[in-house]
């Protein structure tokens, strides 16, 4: 075959692929964002820590048999063990759990943007931690964005003297903090085992952690069994948490960071609009100008060197 009739034919398939990945990318941000809407429903029917490990723990077991019947699985050498505590724990339970708790609370509308604060934190820490820039663009990305916090927290936006809605905010945003630890650490770690591999294993340490604590904080799982209540759990295990891992890693492995990132933006703004479809909250001006004012400053923080000047 022709040099140049092969090198055609290899831009056309890498077109193609990053067509496939756009496309699968647009489908994680819809699943995500309908996810949140799925998991403050399925709480009407389980308490929040049980409701999170009947998530995990099924896509922890449909995960162990994909990699095994791919021969993929992998037994983790010691210098992944750290990673492999830091997402099962900080991630898997930390944030998950938190913001469960967090969502008997808030609407979901509310907690899907506090939880998108993680890459506001992720600027200061990476900065402290790998020693990676803090220039004025980030600077300036954080105080946008952190501006948008401090207009959802206001006091004529929340009642300061309810302690459930304190709870909900404080629970919400410590699980934004531990996802954002997960990922500074992500990037310090120098990874041995592909992160596939590694995955059932992390959630095998979450499932087991997630079981524990809700035995230890909400006792023998007291659940209200109806179609509806299976479908929501189960959307929110198999698409939210399995399928989205996959969708993860394809878009991560055709895309780049950058573009990921920036199209992983459209989660809260399909979260907002269906929470206001499907839950019927009112989308206040100040939350959609929080909103707006938050993935300002994520996108002027992460925007990479080569695409805005610093």
């Known amino acids: ?46 308490s929040p820590v049980w409701v999170t490990a009947f998530r995990l723990v099924p ?18 050498v010691r210098a992944d063990l750290p990673i492999i505590f830091s997402i099962g724990w900080l991630h898997m339970v930390g944030f998950s759990v938190l913001v469960s708790v967090g969502l008997q609370y808030l609407p979901a509308g509310k907690s899907i943007v506090l939880a998108y604060t993680t890459p506001l934190w992720v600027l200061p820490a990476a900065w402290l931690f790998l020693n990676e820039p803090f220039t004025l663009r980030r600077i300036l990305g954080l105080v946008i964005g952190m501006s948008g916090l401090i207009l959802i927290l206001q006091p004529s936006a929340m009642d300061w003297t309810d302690r459930n809605v304190l709870i909900g905010h404080g629970f919400v945003l410590l699980g934004a903090l ?6 500074v650490y992500g990037r ?3 990874w041995v ?13 979450g499932g087991v952690t997630q079981v524990i604590l809700a035995f230890a904080l909400e006792g023998i799982p007291q659940v209200t069994w109806s179609l509806e209540m299976v479908l929501l759990v189960g959307f929110c295990g198999l698409f939210g948490n399995g399928v989205a891992y996959w969708l993860m890693n394809i878009v991560s ?44 400053g994520i996108i002027l923080g992460t925007l990479p060197k080569s695409t805005r000047a610093t």
């Open 253 to 296: 492995r055709d895309l780049p960071a950058a573009a990921v990132s920036m199209g992983l933006l459209g989660v809260p703004l399909i979260g907002l609009f269906c929470a206001s479809l499907f839950l019927g909250e009112v989308l206040g001006t100040a939350l959609l100008i929080a909103t707006v004012l938050i993935i300002a």
């Open 59 to 76: 896509m922890c077991i449909i995960f162990f048999v994909v990699c095994l019947v791919t021969k993929k699985l992998r037994i983790p």
């Open 178 to 183: 531990l996802w954002a630890i997960s990922i």
């Open 188 to 190: 310090a770690h120098k």
């Open 193 to 205: 085992t592909p992160l596939f591999s590694l995955l059932p294993w992390q959630m095998l340490l």
């Open 1 to 46: 075959m022709p040099r140049v009739a092969f090198a055609t034919i290899l831009m056309q398939s890498e077109a193609t692929r990053r067509r496939r990945a756009i496309l699968l990318l647009a489908l994680l941000v819809v699943i995500w964002g309908v996810n949140w809407i799925a998991a403050k429903k399925s709480l009407e029917f389980v």
